[in-house]
T-cell receptor
Framework: GNSVTQMEGPVTLSEEAFLTINCTYT??????LFWYVQYPGEGLQLLLK?????DKGSNKGFEATYRKETTSFHLEKGSVQVSDSAVYFC???????????FGTGTRLLVSP | DAGITQSPRHKVTETGTPVTLRCHQT?????MYWYRQDPGHGLRLIHY???????DKGEVSDGYSVSRSKTEDFLLTLESATSSQTSVYFC???????????????FGSGTRLTVV
C-alpha cells in the first residue's frame, strides 16, 4: 500500500539556520505530493504541493522537489524563523484519488 | 469566514456513552473526511464521504460511524466511547472528484475529545 516516511523529530535549529526535513514515499504509479504545517492548537494548512516528477513546490520560503528516482520530497528552507516552529507533515495521494496518506509528522523548534 | 467549522472544540465524556462530532462546510465541496491525530501516528483516516449519503471506511473505522444527509454537514459518531478514542479529531474537505487532480485538503481546527 501507499505510505510516507518522515524523519523523526524534533528538529531543533537556531534562527536563520538552514532547514531540511526528509520525506520518502512508497506508492503505485506517480502520486501527488504535499507538505502541510500545523501550528500549536490549530488544524493543518497546506504549505506546498507537487503533482509530477521534477516539479518544485514553493511557498513562504519553503521548497520541495518531487524526485521520482529517489521517491523523495524533502522540505527545505534557507533561513528559518522562530515563527516557523510547528509540526510538518508530508503526504501523498494517488493520481485520480482524493484520499491523502500522511506521514507521522516532524516537529520543528526554532530558537532565537 | 472559516469555510469549515468543527463542533464542539473540546469535549470530555464518560466511557460507554455515545458522542457525535459535527463538521460543517460552506465551500460546497464534494469530499469530506474525518481523521484522528495521535502522537507517533500522525493522521489516520477514520471515514470519508464522496457525496450526500455516500460514505466509506478508512483505516481506523472500528467503533465509529458517520452520516452525511446534506452536502455541508458530516457527522462522526462514537457509538460507545472508549478511552482508546481519546484523541484530536480533524475534519477536512476537498474539491475535485474521482479521476480529477487532488488539490489538497482544507482542515478544520479540530475537536479534542477526552474519554474518562
Amino acid at each position: 500500500g501507499n505510505s510516507v516516511t518522515q524523519m523523526e523529530g524534533p528538529v531543533t535549529l537556531s534562527e536563520e539556520a538552514f532547514l531540511t526535513i526528509n520525506c520518502t514515499y512508497t506508492a503505485t504509479g506517480y502520486p501527488s505530493l504535499f507538505w502541510y504545517v500545523q501550528y500549536p492548537g490549530e488544524g493543518l494548512q497546506l504549505l506546498l504541493k507537487a503533482t509530477k516528477a521534477d516539479d518544485k513546490g514553493s511557498n513562504k520560503g519553503f521548497e520541495a522537489t518531487y524526485r521520482k528516482e529517489t521517491t523523495s520530497f524533502h522540505l527545505e528552507k534557507g533561513s528559518v524563523q522562530v515563527s516557523d516552529s510547528a509540526v510538518y507533515f508530508c503526504a501523498l495521494s494517488e493520481k485520480g484519488f482524493q484520499k491523502l496518506v500522511f506521514g507521522t509528522g516532524t516537529r520543528l523548534l526554532v530558537s532565537p | 469566514d472559516a469555510g469549515i467549522t468543527q463542533s464542539p472544540r473540546h469535549k470530555v465524556t464518560e466511557t460507554g456513552t455515545p458522542v457525535t462530532l459535527r463538521c460543517h462546510q460552506t465551500e460546497n465541496h464534494r469530499y469530506m473526511y474525518w481523521y484522528r491525530q495521535d502522537p507517533g501516528h500522525g493522521l489516520r483516516l477514520i471515514h470519508y464521504s464522496y457525496g450526500v449519503k455516500d460514505t466509506d471506511k478508512g483505516e481506523v473505522s472500528d467503533g465509529y460511524s458517520v452520516s452525511r444527509s446534506k452536502t455541508e454537514d458530516f457527522l462522526l459518531t462514537l457509538e460507545s466511547a472508549t478511552s482508546s478514542q481519546t484523541s484530536v479529531y480533524f475534519c477536512a474537505i476537498s474539491e475535485g472528484g474521482r479521476g480529477r487532480p487532488n488539490y489538497g485538503y482544507t482542515f478544520g481546527s479540530g475537536t479534542r475529545l477526552t474519554v474518562v
